[in-house]
């Protein structure tokens, strides 16, 4: 079927709104990622949801990013009050089961001006 | 804090020439070591080497393991326009939660040139 997909592919927004990143991932996928990836640099891991637990937020960076999976299936990962700093591609990847390979989405492309 | 630094940065080749790419990474009990390509979309998934010694192939592309040295290497012969890409090496450890954990590098960007 169809691969992960993520919405939107691009985002500009203002210092001090929030924006919500979409990620569909592909049908029947268990475990699905969220890394940031800046300019220049490998994805970094953000979080991680097995079914629509949680199983680690390690990754983000302070209390203005948040996620969830409400329904195991798509995932929304949310920034609030954002800041320039928070620019970046966000992806989304996702895998069939937990330690099998991940499968990634385009990325939104977040510029907060 | 598991670390992996890539190398060359960058490349430029012309097509038909052979490519090596280095990878060598610090982490707490190692998992296993993965191969991505990164053309304008997403990250597409190469290898996933986890013993030492034992090459993988895929056409012209291979990717062989050194445990003991903390490397990994990337092969590509016959090069071709549509290599040019961002390559990503990325490093897992093992971790209780059972899921993929990794930790990228930054990249080597590739460009063949005809």
């Known amino acids: 079927g169809a691969g992960v997909s993520q919405s939107p592919r691009y985002k500009v927004t203002k210092r001090g709104q929030d924006v919500a990143l979409r990620c569909d991932p592909i049908?029947?996928?268990?475990?699905l990622y969220w890394y940031r990836q800046a300019l220049g640099q490998g994805p970094e891991f953000l979080t991680y949801?097995?079914?629509?637990?949680?199983?680690?937020k390690s990754g983000l960076p302070n209390d203005r990013f948040s996620a969830e999976r409400p329904e195991g299936s798509i995932s929304t990962l949310t920034i609030q009050r954002t800041e320039q700093r928070d620019s970046a591609m966000y992806r989304c990847?996702?895998?069939?089961?937990?330690?099998?390979?991940?499968?990634f989405g385009p990325g939104t492309r977040l510029l907060v001006l | 804090e598991d670390k992996v630094v890539q190398s060359p940065l960058s490349l430029v080749v012309h097509e038909g020439d052979t490519v090596t790419l280095n990878c060598s990474y610090e982490?707490?009990?190692?998992?296993?070591l993965l191969w991505y390509k990164q053309e304008k979309k997403a990250p597409t998934f190469l290898f996933m080497l986890?013993?030492?010694?034992i090459e993988k192939k895929s056409g012209r592309l291979s990717s062989i393991l050194d445990k003991k040295e903390l490397f990994s290497i990337l092969n590509i012969t016959a090069t071709q326009t549509g290599d040019s890409a961002i390559y990503l090496c990325?490093?897992?450890?093992?971790?209780?939660?059972?899921?993929?954990?990794?930790?990228f590098g930054i990249g080597t960007k590739l460009q063949v040139i005809p």
């Open positions: 990847a996702s895998s069939a089961h937990a330690e099998e390979t991940q499968y």
């Open positions: 049908s029947g996928h268990v475990s």
């Open positions: 949801f097995n079914y629509e637990a949680q199983q680690d």
């Open positions: 982490v707490t009990n190692f998992r296993s």
């Open positions: 986890t013993s030492s010694g």
């Open positions: 990325a490093v897992e450890p093992l971790n209780s939660g059972g899921y993929q954990k990794v930790t």
